[in-house]
């Protein structure tokens, strides 16, 4: 099971070694898709947890304990891609890779590599894209 969320950590907490903790106690996947951190500052990841329902639910429980704000992605990114002209505007703000141009010039948005930035809204000239 895969579920993404984003992690907002207090500056105390930037050194602390939470992705290893995580795999090695609760044998969960981490794949960070986005994030800011800075030491003595706190930060923000934006990962995908992969492992057992069970685990995955521990996982989450301990973040919490430990004082990490713990928020489920549950928004999707909406693209009207009929009205799109694939001028790229969205693809030189989208750092994840989610939006890119083919071959043929043609915009390609690919949803598993989105991390719901919305950096791709206000990029967009013609407003093709809506958080949902």
């Avoid at 995908?48 to 004082?67: F, M, Y």
Wanted: charged share 25%.
């Amino acid at each position: 099971m895969k579920k993404r969320f984003t992690l907002r950590f207090a500056p105390n907490l930037v050194n602390q070694p939470l992705v290893s903790k995580l795999v090695r106690s609760y044998d969960v996947e981490i794949n960070i898709l986005n994030g800011d951190v800075s030491s003595g500052k706190g930060g923000m990841l934006v990962v995908e947890l992969e492992g057992k329902p069970d685990n995955l639910k521990e996982a989450e429980k301990w973040l919490k304990d430990i004082g990490v704000v713990v928020s489920p992605m549950s928004k999707d990114l909406i693209f009207d891609s009929e009205k799109c002209i694939d001028c790229g505007a969205c693809t030189a703000v989208c750092n994840s890779g989610a939006l890119s141009l083919d071959r043929d010039w043609k915009l390609v948005y690919d949803s598993d590599k989105c991390v719901v930035c919305a950096l791709c809204v206000h990029a967009c000239p013609l407003k093709l894209f809506t958080i949902a």
